[in-house]
């Protein structure tokens, strides 16, 4: 049995449950960046010099598979219990909390570019909250979404940005776009 079996050759994929849609579909165009963004992570994890943000990348990576496992299964098809539960949601937060409290972990925008690792970890970043707004997008199309997929998508973007200032704290690198802290605190994660 190929890979290669013709059967996209006209614009339409299946989705879980064997339905065909096309792969112009809200529905393909959230699972599928979802699938980005795991690739984006798997970039950003063999870059990383860092063992534990390593080992929280590849659990999350484990985790997106769940959720574009979800986002491609139309809701007549979903059996059992939801992908993803507010725990998980939970332990992104937890996670962010963690790296907030570090000592010099930068609080303001930050310049992408201060180092490779941080880099492809901004990359990441910006491809879930891609990724975010083709949920949303879906969920306002009338499809059933999983509330925690939003919510750990949204999360998840916030802990990504702190791996990267992480990263370059550690490698005692400054990624501030303002010289001072003055002036109201920005979103972080945007």
Known sequence: MSIATKRGDMGETGLIGGSRVSKGDARVEAYGTVDELNAALGLARSLCPDKSICEATERIQKTLFS???????????????????????DNLTEQVHGIESIEGILSDWSLPGAQVPSSAFEVARTVCRRAERCVVRLGESGEEVQPEVLAYLNRLSDLIWLFGRFLERNAGDDSRVRDDSKGSRWSRAW
């Not at 959720?67 to 998980?88: C, Q």
């Open 67 to 89: 959720v574009g496992a979800s986002l491609a299964t139309p809701a007549e098809n979903r059996k059992g219990a939801a992908v993803l539960s507010s725990a998980d949601v």
